[in-house]
């Protein structure tokens, strides 16, 4: 089953679509939003947002040929990560290193293009590659399987629940990444590309990052919903899975 396919058969009412949802590509306006908030957004670490007008790009039959010098070197969020789940610093300068065959199918079974390296690109890389460009290579998050990423709305009476993230004393909803327990499976599992997407699994990583960022144990039975499914661009690091955020 595609990824679009997959977010069809999860979130089947598609009045709840947001941007990029379903195999719809961004709108005008979306791009427009997304070159204001994102595109010159600079972060420690990160290069230059790369563009087909860059020497050394390529469109190939799987996907993309992308040229070194657009990565991310260093970059804040892999300091403290085991390096067994770590792609390289700079993988799209290091041309023998490849991800594992096991996931190069399971990500060109799902329909995504591949970059020479067997990385998953975007699934609107043409949309982005053309307009804001993108970042290259991050390469952290593949053991995190599709990044489906998930914002929890708890309503308590009449307010919502957020939680101080510690960053510059922002508040936020809880939420994040799922991980292979989610979904009753295991790293093993998970690195051979068994990773399913479920309205289940979404619900039990939203019970998890509650617990884990404010402290509530949500009940199994607690009622939930989709509300809203988007492919949102959300930070300058696109290329990686985390680009199948739901």
């Known amino acids: 089953m595609s990824w679009s396919e997959l977010d069809q058969q999860i979130l089947p009412d598609d009045t709840r679509w947001g941007q990029g949802f379903a195999g719809h590509a961004y709108t005008d306006s979306e791009l427009a939003e997304f070159t204001q908030h994102v595109a010159e ?5 990160y290069g230059p947002r790369l ?9 190939t039959e799987h996907g993309y040929v992308l040229p070194p010098g657009y990565d991310a070197t260093g970059a804040p969020h892999r300091a403290g990560v085991n390096p067994a789940r770590l792609d390289p610093d700079i993988p799209t300068a290091a041309d023998a290193w490849q991800l594992s065959a096991a996931l190069q199918q399971h990500f060109w079974q799902g329909g995504f293009a591949l970059d020479q390296h067997g990385r ?12 804001i460009g993108m970042n290259t290579g991050i390469g952290w998050g593949r053991r995190l399987g599709e990044n489906v990423l998930v914002d929890a709305v708890v309503l308590i009476g009449d307010g919502v629940l957020l939680w101080a993230t510690g960053d510059a004393g922002r508040w936020a909803l809880p939420g994040g990444y799922p991980v292979p327990g989610d979904y009753g499976l295991t790293d093993a599992d998970w690195n051979a590309g068994r ?3 479920t309205v289940e699994g979404i619900q039990a990583t939203a019970r998890r990052k509650v617990a884990a960022e404010t402290g509530i144990d949500l009940p199994q039975d607690c009622p939930g919903e989709i509300v809203r499914g988007i492919r949102p ?3 300058p690091h696109i290329l990686r899975t985390k680009e199948a955020s739901r």
């Open 41 to 45: 957004t600079p972060q420690p670490g």
């Open 51 to 59: 563009h087909t007008s860059a020497e050394g790009f390529e469109r």
């Open 120 to 131: 998953p690109v975007h699934p609107h890389a043409d949309q982005l590659l053309d307009s």
């Open 195 to 197: 990773r399913p997407v």
């Open 233 to 235: 661009i959300s930070s």
